[in-house]
């Protein structure tokens, strides 16, 4: 019995059902809040993966589309030079024709060394985005373009034109374009991600056997 | 590491190594020497040949370094490398037990493959 002649016991008792509903209602609401936050940071989280992949991806498909575009620029270059009527050495009485045709093919003989060497400097980066089963063809190709490019008379041109040798350069270059663009597309398709992916995991689990 | 390519053959012995960059020229011209300096029949003639001759006789090998240089033009390799073959008629069977071609990085891996090719499709003339 309290002062005023109430039951104490039963008022605390209703004291502790309110605190207890109050308790309740708030869990829920932390449980709800909590949940949301999880939905929305895995939502984030996703987001952002996607968002690095696809950017990193379209980064690497830039890289190896100006790559393409660069080989043509260096068929175009070496159709160019081999359709030159110029002579690498001059005798003595040459025309001022001659000299100047000379350097223009000395122009185009820098200019085809130095983008071959551009092209060459990025190989190894490619051949590690291209799968294995094309890579063997991809190498041929490669170097078919190359020697198209600057074999033969190269630097040692006797002053006739080249016609079929700057035909061959520029069905060469669209060959080893073709096969850089099937190998960058390739290693975008799903089963192939998938299939390194578990070449991944296989070399990490055969090396903690080992281990 | 090294990069020379997997068609290289293990070579044993004394090497004798050529470093293409520091004992010729680091801007390789073309083909043949009455089209300007550093040429490819040049360097065959006064380095590659008789180092081949002296690890053939004396059971060594001899390591071509491809780095360093600023491009190669392939007709420059071909008349180096295919030119053994084709002018100086090297057995392919032996440049495959005395010719190491070495390509330490990626950037040169190409003309590695490229010189080992020509030797492997010359002709003797």
Redesign the interface.
């Known amino acids: 019995m309290d002062l005023n002649g109430g039951d104490t016991s039963r008022h605390i008792v209703s004291i502790t059902s309110d605190v207890s509903f109050g308790g309740s209602h708030t869990s829920g609401l932390i449980i709800v809040f909590l949940t949301a936050l999880l939905g929305a940071s895995l939502g984030f989280l996703s987001n952002f993966v996607l968002t690095y992949l696809k950017a990193r991806s379209d980064n690497s498909t830039n890289i190896w589309n100006k790559y393409c575009d660069s080989i043509t620029v260096a068929g175009n270059y070496s159709s160019e030079y081999w359709c030159l009527p110029m002579q690498s050495v001059l005798p003595g009485n040459a025309s001022e024709k001659a000299k100047a045709l000379k350097i223009q093919g000395q122009h185009l003989e820098a200019k085809i060394i130095g983008i071959q060497q551009y092209l060459i400097n990025l190989e190894a980066m490619l051949d590690k985005e291209i799968p294995d089963a094309d890579l063997a063809d991809l190498k041929v190709a490669r170097e078919d373009f190359y020697i198209s490019l600057s074999g033969g008379d190269f630097l040692e041109r006797n002053g006739q034109q080249a016609v079929e040798r700057a035909r061959k350069v520029q069905f060469d270059a669209a060959v080893y374009v073709a096969l850089v663009q099937k190998g960058i597309r390739e290693r975008l398709k799903t089963r192939t991600i998938l299939r390194r992916l578990g070449q991944v995991m296989a070399i990490r689990f055969a090396k903690r056997k080992s281990s | 590491m090294s990069n020379a390519i997997a068609e290289t053959p293990e070579v044993n012995g004394p090497a004798s190594y050529i470093k293409i960059a520091e004992d010729y020229s680091r801007t390789p011209?073309?083909?043949?020497k009455?089209?300007?300096p550093f040429s490819g029949e040049e360097f065959r003639e006064k380095l590659l040949v008789p180092h081949l001759k002296s690890a053939l006789s004396g059971h060594g090998y001899v390591n071509v370094v491809l780095d360093g240089v600023?491009?190669y033009?392939?007709?420059f390799l071909?008349e180096a490398f295919g030119g053994l073959v084709r002018v100086d008629h090297f057995a392919k069977a032996d440049l495959n037990n005395v010719l190491k071609i070495t390509a330490n990085s990626?950037?040169?891996?190409?003309?590695s493959?490229?010189a080992r090719?020509f030797i492997e499709t010359a002709e003797n003339e």
Do not use: I
């Open positions: 011209g073309g083909r043949k009455v089209t300007g600023a491009g033009p392939v007709s071909e990626g950037r040169f891996q190409t003309y493959d490229l090719r």
